[in-house]
């Protein structure tokens, strides 16, 4: 029989298959580092209890590849047949979780002298966690978040990074919604957990301030000085005691006590210790210690680590110039492993960084350069951007890019780069994407250092406010009678003067080719209107029209046909069915558009079918076109509406993006709807 470090170790190996004795690659969690760390002890705890199961037989050990953990081979460890008969007798029983877990909080370890801080946690509501770098607050939040789902709560995890806002966190806590207030509705009865809120960006701040102070029950760790002016409690996580700390160390050193009080009861710095390396003195600055110690005893690793140091999120191995040299600085446990991929522990950054230069930056902004994809777009910015180099040519160049896939980062790159190089590109760059992104207050800002007529006007219907206007130009005409044509909510009419914004249109100048484009944009606009007002001789009149410059086969012709039939189909009848099955069968935007008109003709009962086979446009798509969020918006309004979801959350999410999508009307009535549910 075996016990204490021996048979935890046998227990964590023994969730994993006999299969990756013969894998290539392997789990970073069956290494030296990963035991560790699933234990909650130092690396060197584990030498001689991993020794004695290797020579009993329990336990094999050998070199492989570890996943995302650089190039160079690992010594691994495998339970025998034997080890796994023993950890079946060993194994605690879990307890059963009642509640619910959402987010990737840190992996839970075995944590030391922390439970009567746990156990004030549990009955504390809403506060923020304080303490020094490395002190163990993402572990405690591990360990509250699955005591919290053990006692049946609903619990929701995110962590902060510069490049993340609002959205994203709200998508880290598994919501299908978008903004605040509709998560805020929806989260009443659960708790938030908001991890490294210190990372957050300025740029970002404020929303997420206001979202915390509305929050129902949100628990927040922050490293000093806390960022946010708030009433929560402030709860400071203190050093482990002696006796804590002694735990985290060998057994078979015989100063443990010296040790954890040289070392502060602190537990990264523990975990830092290597036997034979020098102590600081009692009281002595673990930063200074860090600096002239730990990083001291590296060899040519240290690039790698310099590497990390400059990042400014977490990125995968494989994208690293130095991964290679990875493993040896996980070795060191110097390192943090999340999801999205690795870094260095912030205490260890925050040293280190402060010893690199501008030209640090630019030679990993080259790298950065040469990879794919819009992450190593952010990451090569944000490099140029701390070197000095010409930022405002490459965020101008990258901006419609990230402003589709990445618009919380875009939206922090320019506003450092304001910060630092102002100029009206940048301003009207800035304000672009404060309104694409729905924020009117940053986008006004911005808008009074340039000349930006067309975006003044965007801010306008972002506010709410639909002015009129001089248009000259014939694309903004027809986008404007677009919008306004979309511009209401189902089942009412459209407003009155799209024919005489559409009347102002002269064509004569315009080149043969560009005449026809131009002619059918404005017939799918009338015939929008003719059909939105149930004039059905008038959108059969503009289809003839068409079908004279295009043909009867032209699947434009054929969409605005399908529209017609469904205007004028008769619900539950074999005509109505025969639509649905049509409809259905159709992908993208435009039958999506086509399945809602479905649903107009609908009573509630149908209505509510045909809603569940309807899916929200991607996030993508939504961050790039008002299309897609006109059409999400309608989607939010019927699950509203038909009570499938949350009726004052739905609603709200549907108003916001109605807003976001230039459609201040639309999110006026449904401002009045929302009235009637609070």
């Known amino acids: 029989m075996v016990s204490g470090p021996k048979a935890r170790i046998l227990t964590h190996l023994a969730v994993f298959p006999a299969s990756l004795e013969s894998a290539w690659d392997t789990p970073r969690d069956i290494c030296l580092p990963g035991i560790a760390q699933a234990l909650g002890v130092v690396r060197s705890a584990l030498h001689q209890p991993l020794a004695d199961l290797v020579h009993e037989g329990y336990v094999s050990e050998r070199k492989a590849h570890v996943f995302d953990g650089g190039s160079r081979k690992r010594k691994v460890y495998h339970i025998s047949d034997e080890g796994r008969k023993l950890s ?51 572990a405690i939040l591990a360990e509250l978040a699955a005591k919290l789902v053990e006692s049946g709560n609903t619990v929701r995890y995110a962590r902060m990074e510069p490049f993340t806002d ?28 908001l991890d490294e809120l210190q ?75 290597d036997e034979g390396t020098q102590l600081p003195e009692l009281g002595e600055d673990l930063q ?59 205490l260890v950054r925050n040293v280190r960084s402060t010893m690199l230069k501008q030209s640090d930056h630019k030679a990993a902004a080259e790298h950065w350069k040469n990879r794919d994809g819009d992450i190593a777009r952010v990451i090569e910015l944000h490099h140029l951007l701390e ?49 694409e992104r729905g924020e009117s207050d940053i986008a006004q800002a911005h808008l009074e250092h340039c000349d930006a007529a067309d975006l003044s006007h965007s801010l306008a219907l972002l506010q709410g406010r639909v002015e009129e206007f001089d248009l000259k130009d014939i694309k903004l005409i027809l986008s404007e009678a677009s919008r306004r044509l979309d511009d209401r909510l189902p089942n009412t009419k459209p407003a009155d003067d799209i024919k005489g914004l559409l009347a102002k249109i002269d064509l004569s100048e315009v080149s043969h080719e560009m005449r026809k484009v131009m002619l059918v944009a404005i017939a799918h606009i009338k015939h929008g209107l003719a059909i939105a007002n149930c004039d059905f001789d008038q959108a059969k009149q503009i289809r003839d029209n068409l079908i004279s410059i295009s043909n009867s086969a032209d699947p ?68 790039n076109l008002s299309t897609a969020r006109r059409i999400a918006a309608i989607i939010w309004y019927y699950r509203s509406m038909f009570a499938t979801h949350n009726q004052f959350s739905s609603l709200a999410e549907a108003i916001a993006l109605w807003k976001m999508a230039m459609c201040p009307n639309a999110a006026a009535q449904a401002s009045q709807k929302m009235h009637s549910l609070i």
């Open 288 to 346: 200074t210690w860090v600096k002239d110690v730990v990083l001291a005893g590296l060899g040519e690793e240290i690039v790698a680590l310099d590497e990390l140091a400059l990042l400014p999120i977490p990125v995968m191995v494989v994208d690293l110039e130095h991964e290679e040299m990875v493993g040896i600085l996980d070795d060191h446990a110097l390192l943090r492993w999340h999801e999205s991929g690795v870094e260095l522990h912030h």
């Open 556 to 623: 434009q012709v054929k969409a605005m046909d399908l529209r017609d039939q469904i205007a004028q189909v008769i619900p539950g009848t074999n005509s109505y069915d025969e639509l649905v099955v049509q409809v259905f069968s159709m992908s993208g935007l435009r039958a999506t558009m086509l399945q809602l008109s479905l649903i107009e003709k609908a009573d509630e009962s149908n209505g509510k079918k045909l809603l569940e086979r309807i899916s929200l446009p991607d996030q993508q798509s939504q961050s």
């Open 199 to 273: 990372e957050i960006s300025p740029r970002h701040l404020a929303r997420i301030e206001t979202f915390i102070s509305k929050a129902s029950t949100i628990i927040v760790a922050c490293r000093a000085p806390i960022v946010i002016e708030t009433p929560l409690e402030v709860i400071e996580v203190q050093p482990l005691s002696q006796e804590a700390a002694i735990q985290l160390l060998p057994p078979h050193l015989k100063n443990r006590e010296s040790i954890a009080d040289r070392l502060g009861g602190h537990p990264l710095a523990l975990q830092l210790h």
């Open 166 to 193: 609002i959205g994203t966190l709200i998508s880290q806590w598994g919501l299908e919604f978008s903004t605040e207030r509709a998560a805020l509705n929806a989260t009443k009865s659960d708790i938030l957990i």
């Open 387 to 435: 070197s000095g180099g010409d930022i405002e040519a490459h965020l101008l160049a990258n901006a419609e890019a990230l402003m589709v896939r990445s618009n919380a980062a875009l939206a922090t790159l320019v506003s450092s780069a304001i910060a630092r190089y102002p100029s009206a590109k940048m301003h009207r760059l800035a304000a672009m994407v404060a309104i």
């Open 88 to 138: 079946s007798t060993l194994k605690p029983v879990k307890k059963k979780s009642i509640g619910e877990l959402f987010g990737t909080p840190p992996q839970r370890i075995d944590l030391k002298g922390r439970s009567e801080l746990i156990d004030s946690l549990l009955s504390s509501g809403s506060c923020i966690l304080t303490g020094l770098p490395g002190i163990g607050k993402s």
